[in-house]
């Protein structure tokens, strides 16, 4: 669950802690008091675009910090795989720093991009608002909520499905790629040729480059060598006070003492281990000084060869095993294109043999999703009951597409009548706002348990309703939270009576500077606001008792 939030200079918020708790947290406030602040701060957070005028004025930086708790196995399991760190404890920080120019986010320490943190939101928290809604009329989307509904018999044969379709649509390129006329067909053989020739002529062995490179560079710094080698010696061995003169000194001197005193006798023998070591130090660089001649011959040779390696790294890859490689791929369109008509039939009954393949398993997976879409609607239909859709009709329409898709022949949408005596109709035809809102909450309540998500937000759960609907809408969210941590924003009491902890966010005004606050309601302070929600200005004592009597009723829900 989302254990805390911390924002600071964030649009009109100085700072702010919030502590959050299992079960339904409600935030209300006042119009314009800054509830999209809270929940653009948890959106930031989690990746969503920012720009830095979102800092607070006359600030450097601003903050927002998420703390999730993860009691799960499988998801920590799922949030190691995406390697995140120190997640064994279960606890998940992710924080974002926006200044004017960088907006950097962390994952328990650990830098992450937005698509990476959006990835690993998506197994802590699910973030309903309007745009929500408009992809509930997104029929695309219709066909997703089936197959995760259904996933226990869907996901083996879609994956099947899905790998078969990827070898049919690689099998349509590949022909497509060699549809040309005859002399379409000389032309690129003649190129093909020419670049395999000029590969294979080349007589390439792998790592060869690397030591004609190193070669290359003994040999263009011969002088440079040759005039280090001369110091050398004259170091060791040829000048008046050489090492090797002063060394023979030494070793002979500690000798006379280790005779005195038997406690040098290590140090002598180590001394004379040293003198040896420099013996053949020196043979070793005479040895070398002996073999290091300088060929113009073999220098040319080498550069030349260098030269005709970088030249194909050039054109063709940039080691010699993508060189090579790309000779093969070559080659290989080279023979497809000289038994042209041979490979194009074979192709042809590839592609209907994975076409026949293909209409066999996308049946059996429209079988499957039909399945699962009446399971759904079934359950969505209920859902739909219990916030006021009394006589609704939930179905999915079903549809084959003439050509295979990576998701199969089937073109699906979610059907619905709200009245009796109409017909169902697309959605995008039939809800209004209000409507919308409870249908995805209806469709949120189904899914929760299939996304195992433990965190749910609603932003704007509220729109278009009233009365008894909203009752309705207040327990179902009651309902959903006994299983999930929900976060729900609202203008309604009927909803923010039903809280198990209750925020009111407030604007005022500070030293010439306007501030948006949160505060933790306790139980009179809860009523006081509820009071606020029914009475607006005028909060009277017949609508304080009202707000604690709706308060009271909410209680028997728990």
């Known amino acids: 669950m989302l254990s805390s939030l911390h924002v600071k200079n964030l649009a009109l918020i100085e700072e702010e802690q919030i502590e959050l708790n299992e079960g339904l947290n409600i935030m209300t406030g006042e119009t314009g008091a800054g509830k999209s602040i809270i929940l653009g701060s948890i959106n930031i957070a989690l990746g969503g675009k920012v720009s830095a005028d979102i800092i607070r004025k006359d600030a450097e930086y601003a903050l927002t910090e998420l703390i999730f708790i993860v009691d799960d196995a499988d998801k920590i399991n799922q949030l190691k795989e995406m390697d995140i760190a120190d997640i064994e404890e279960g606890e998940v920080i992710i924080s974002r720093k ?28 699910d973030i309903h608002g309007q745009h929500d809604n408009r992809l509930l009329l997104k029929e695309s989307s219709h066909i997703d909520m089936i197959d995760l509904y259904g996933a226990e018999d869907i996901e083996d044969i879609k994956i099947k499905y899905i790998s078969l379709y990827k070898e049919y649509r690689d099998l349509c390129d590949k022909l497509e790629h060699m549809d040309m006329d005859e002399e379409s067909r000389r032309r690129e053989i003649s190129f093909l040729e020419y670049e395999v020739e000029q590969i294979t002529s080349a ?7 690397e030591e ?52 040098m006798e290590s140090i002598a023998d180590n001394l004379a281990n040293i003198e040896d070591m420099l013996g053949d130090i020196i043979c ?26 970088n030249s194909l790294k050039l054109k063709y890859g940039k080691t010699i095993a993508d060189i090579l490689l790309y000779a093969d791929k070559q080659q290989k369109k080279l023979f497809e294109l000289n038994n042209y008509n041979d490979v194009v039939n074979n192709l042809r009954e590839m592609i209907e043999d994975k076409k026949g393949k293909l209409q066999e398993i996308s049946k059996e997976l429209t079988k499957y999703r039909m399945k699962s879409a009446k399971g759904l609607c079934k359950d969505i239909s209920e859902g739909l009951k219990e916030l006021n859709f009394l006589n609704n009709q939930f179905e999915t329409a079903f549809a084959i597409k003439e050509n295979f898709t990576s998701n199969g022949c089937d073109d699906v949408k979610f059907m619905i009548s709200t009245n009796i005596g109409e017909p169902v109709k697309p959605l995008s035809k039939v809800a209004s706002g209000g409507e919308l809102s409870r249908i995805m909450l209806a469709i949120k309540t189904v899914m929760a348990g299939k996304e195992d998500t433990q965190t749910l937000i609603f932003d704007e759960i509220d729109a278009g309703i009233s009365g008894r609907t909203a009752q309705m809408v207040a327990k179902k969210l009651k309902s959903l939270s006994v299983n999930h941590q929900i976060i729900c924003i609202t203008h309604l009491p009927q909803i923010a009576a039903m809280a198990s902890t209750h925020f009111m966010i407030e604007k005022n005004v500070i030293n010439d500077h306007t501030t948006t606050s949160i505060t933790q309601l306790d139980e009179d302070a809860s009523i006081m606001e509820l009071a606020r929600l029914l009475g607006g200005s005028q909060v009277t004592e017949t609508v304080v008792s009202n707000a604690r009597e709706m308060k009271k009723l909410a209680s028997l829900n728990d």
Do not use: H, W
């Not at 926006?98 to 928290?125: D, E, F, H, W, Y």
């Not at 007589?203 to 480059?209: A, S």
């Not at 050398?232 to 003492?257: P, R």
């Open 212 to 263: 004609l490179e190193a070669e290359y560079k003994k040999m263009s710094n011969s002088r440079n060598i040759i005039e280090e080698l001369s110091r050398t010696n004259l170091i060791l061995t040829e000048g008046e006070a050489n090492v090797s003169d002063m060394l023979g000194q030494a070793v002979k001197s500690i000798s006379v003492i280790s005779e005195y005193d038997k406690d």
């Open 284 to 309: 070793s660089i005479s040895d070398y000084a002996r073999n290091c001649v300088y060929d113009p011959l073999q220098f040319e040779e080498i550069s030349s060869r260098l030269d005709l390696i």
């Open 98 to 125: 926006i200044t004017k120019t960088r907006s950097p986010i962390k994952v328990n320490g650990m830098t992450c991009t937005p698509s990476q943190v959006k990835k690993i939101a998506s197994v802590l928290i």
């Open 203 to 209: 007589n390439l062995v792998e790592g060869e480059d």
